[in-house]
């Protein structure tokens, strides 16, 4: 997998509010092993990549072609007031 594959794992585990502690128990290793995935120093395969997502519940191609930068800019996007 690329490097900035444990970067979008890290964004998507933040914007779900889950814990590195969860998915680390999920994939049956410890929370530093689980750190070193989002930070890039460990390279994942895709079977631990589908583990992961479904730790996150979400599809591994959400994983893949997540895109940062547009999810956090949908999040700090300021909606509009609804005029009624």
């Known amino acids: 997998m690329k490097k900035d594959t444990g970067n979008k794992i890290r964004k998507i585990r933040e914007l779900k509010s889950v814990s590195q502690h969860h998915v680390a128990k999920h994939l049956g290793i410890s929370q530093a092993a689980y750190s070193c995935i989002e930070s890039g120093k460990t390279k994942i395969n895709d079977e631990k990549l589908l583990k992961i997502s ?30 009624s």
């Open 54 to 83: 479904n730790a996150l519940d979400v599809s591994k191609d959400l994983i893949i072609n997540f895109d940062v930068e547009v999810a956090l800019n949908a999040c700090l996007k300021v909606q509009p007031p609804v005029m």
